[in-house]
């Protein structure tokens, strides 16, 4: 399983470039995503909308993710190991 970290400011790009990667990717691999956001959901409704599994985490005004967040997305994770990759 390959995992990529994509950090920037907020209105850089992240979701864009997720978005283009994605629909480039789209067939060849089986991606996944865990949405890390201040508050709302509008960048993960963007790459649910291209078909990718998604996990959204909301940080109530945390700047980045650390490793308290990572147990639920992975309790609940929309791919099972098994089909990864």
């Known amino acids: 399983m390959l995992v990529v970290n994509v950090v920037g400011s907020p209105g850089c790009g992240k979701t ?8 480039r990717l ?17 960048d993960a409704e ?19 993710l650390d490793a308290a967040w990572w147990p639920r997305p992975l309790a609940t994770w929309p791919i099972a190991p098994s089909t990864c990759c």
């Open 16 to 23: 864009t470039l997720l978005e283009a990667l994605l629909s």
């Open 26 to 42: 789209a067939g060849r691999v089986r991606p996944a995503v865990i949405e890390g956001d201040i508050a709302g959901s509008i």
């Open 46 to 64: 963007r790459i649910e909308a291209l078909g990718v599994p998604v996990v959204q985490i909301n940080t109530d005004g945390a700047c980045h």
